[in-house]
């Protein structure tokens, strides 16, 4: 059974920085597409930032250059670097698995839990 585990949420202030983890285990980890997502109080779950096992990666326009996804296959461990935090990046953050270069949630069949990060101005 798939399993994703995220870690390293909490609250910073803006400007700030956070790593994020996501743990997997209970399938091939390296042969999936892995990505971040988020979703604020009242809004829609929305991609943030995916990477194939090819090194390829796609991120979305509000986070290009502020964040970085990147890989430990040894580890089964999905990562995501957050700097420059700003108040608008306060929301849950997903890890998932799927099997395209896509930010739409519609792409993806595997979900953690959710790590909480509050970035405060």
């Known amino acids: 059974q798939v399993q994703l585990v995220e870690s390293g949420g909490g609250s910073v202030q803006a400007g700030g920085s956070l790593r994020l983890s996501c743990a997997a285990s209970?399938?091939?980890?390296?042969?999936?597409?892995m990505a971040w997502f988020r979703q604020a109080p009242g809004k829609e779950r929305e991609g943030v930032a995916v990477?194939?096992?090819?090194?390829?990666?796609r991120y979305a326009d509000s986070v290009n250059g502020r964040f970085t996804i990147s890989r430990d296959n040894a580890k089964n461990t999905l990562y995501l670097q957050m700097n420059s935090l700003k108040s608008e990046d306060t929301a849950m953050y997903y890890c998932?698995?799927?099997?395209?270069?896509?930010?739409?949630?519609?792409?993806?069949?595997?979900w953690g839990q959710g790590t909480q990060v509050t970035v405060s101005s």
């Open positions: 998932a698995a799927g099997s395209w270069l896509r930010l739409e949630r519609m792409f993806f069949d595997y």
């Open positions: 209970g399938y091939t980890y390296s042969s999936y597409y």
């Open positions: 990477l194939g096992s090819d090194g390829r990666t």
